[in-house]
């Protein structure tokens, strides 16, 4: 299921991204006495009562010298509306209401989506001041008395969103169901690819970068499985995000990823493996999905006999930070390899999702470091007593010893290899967790 998704809107410095920070727990957003530091929509997790979202913090509104402050200010609003579950207009009990204020909480108000209000900067303890009462003109209900900086209120805060929001809401697919995110740059041909696999135009396709602006979701059914496709605009680099609306494109993108159970990674092959590329492979390899690399456009490749294996070598170079991920060479247009494509979304799903026993882990482990002794500092001698998988979708081991501190990074590598290659643990992240005996 999709994290549901909290924006924190409104004007420039009334303190929106230290609230931001505060609810993630870490100083994400740029924090400084200047309004419009936030250029760039910053999201990331925040828990709060075993439930987890999406908190997105938003740039303030800046109308540019040839820009209405109006209309920017409704493209921000708009843009938030867009995307959130529930909208958090935050702003400031020094400076009182404002006419900015007010022009957003109506807009906010007309959207019809669910709001909190949170009046920033009621740092002292107790009641609030008289000033306070005056945000109950906006119309939003009963405002939330926040300090940002101290953490005033931050869980009242909470509170009232989550009282906005199902959590029961169901995906709406059976878990028979494969979920794909088709993720990669704009222009690569991934409207392409879930149009073939469709066998229908479900998205539009164009040579210009950036058609696709939603996530859409395509499902298909075929003799290789179920499938529930989404569909990404592309994920560009920071500093290419000129639209407003192509930054919460990236946001989707990257919900995209985590609603999904496999990733295609689509590369362009007349382009090659770009910066940009190794960002989206990243972000899905953090977030534990069994990935897929996509060559697609491989029919537009003048090519021999040996042109497909220098590639995938120079491939396995360029993804060396995810060095278990398979390559498949397809064409979008022509339909070439499609079928390959799904055997292997297939397969990852599986490894993905795969399980040890205990027993063979341990037979490994005696056999691992048999062949491998485990390093010694001082005379002390690192002791691996037994090690379990916790976890699936990643594959996550624990491995229990007699001191963190001795199990060198090199050593855990040589683990994690033995156990990808002894369980052909292709396609996947695995994540390795070590405790000394007694931790919790």
């Known amino acids: 299921m999709a994290k549901p998704i909290i924006a924190v809107v409104g004007r420039p410095n009334v303190g929106k991204s230290t609230l931001f920070n505060k609810l993630i727990g870490q100083r994400l957003s740029i924090v400084q006495d200047t309004p419009g530091v936030t250029r760039d929509r910053i999201y990331a997790p925040c828990e709060w009562r075993n ?9 303030g509104i ?22 959130a579950d529930v909208i958090v207009l935050v702003t400031d009990l020094r400076s009182g209401v404002t006419a900015t204020d007010q022009d957003v909480a109506g807009m906010l108000l007309r959207s019809g989506k669910p709001l909190v209000l949170a009046v920033n900067k009621c740092d002292t303890i107790g009641d609030p001041p008289a000033e306070f009462y005056e945000f109950y003109n906006l119309g939003l209900g009963d405002p939330i008395a926040v300090s940002a ?8 805060l909470l509170d009232a969103c989550y009282e906005k929001i199902d959590f029961d809401k169901a995906e709406g697919y059976d878990e028979e169901f494969v979920k794909v995110a088709v993720i990669g740059k704009p222009n690569v041909g991934k409207s392409s690819l879930i149009n073939r696999v469709a066998g229908e135009e479900r998205v539009i396709v164009s040579d210009i970068a950036g058609t696709t602006r939603d996530a859409t979701d395509t499902v298909v059914e075929n003799e290789f499985g179920k499938y529930v496709f989404i569909d990404t605009a592309g994920i560009r680099r920071k500093a290419r995000v000129e639209e407003e609306i192509e930054r919460y494109s990236v946001l989707r993108a990257y919900m995209a990823v985590d609603r999904s159970d496999v990733c295609v990674i689509v590369i362009d092959a007349t382009v090659g493996f770009t910066e940009q590329d190794s960002k989206v492979a990243g972000y899905a390899h953090e977030q ?14 003048d090519k021999d006999d040996k042109t497909m294996d220098e590639f995938r070598k120079k491939l396995e170079v360029d993804f060396s930070f995810m060095s278990y991920v398979p390559f498949v060479f397809i064409s979008a247009l022509t339909g070439q390899r499609v079928n390959k494509l799904f055997e292997m979304i297939n397969y990852v799903f599986e490894k993905n999702a795969m399980r040890i026993s205990t027993g063979r882990l341990n037979d490994l482990l005696a056999y691992a470091t048999a062949r491998v002794q485990p390093p010694s500092d001082k005379g002390k001698r690192l002791k691996i007593y037994y090690m379990t998988q916790a976890a699936t979708k990643p594959p996550t081991f624990v491995a229990f010893c007699n001191n963190k501190e001795l199990f060198h990074f090199s050593y855990q590598r040589y683990l994690e290899n033995q156990i990808r290659e002894t369980f052909q643990l292709d396609g996947t992240p695995i994540r390795f967790i070590v405790r000394e005996r007694g931790d919790n």
Do not use: F, Y
């Open 62 to 83: 800046e109308p540019r010298a040839d820009d209405v402050i109006l209309s920017q200010m409704r493209q921000q609003a708009e843009l938030a509306i867009h995307s």
């Open 51 to 59: 439930k987890e979202v999406m908190l997105v913090d938003t740039g």
């Open 288 to 301: 534990g999905k069994g990935c897929v690399v996509a060559v697609n456009k491989w029919d537009a490749i």
């Open 149 to 156: 900086a101290h953490g005033h209120g931050t869980g009242d």
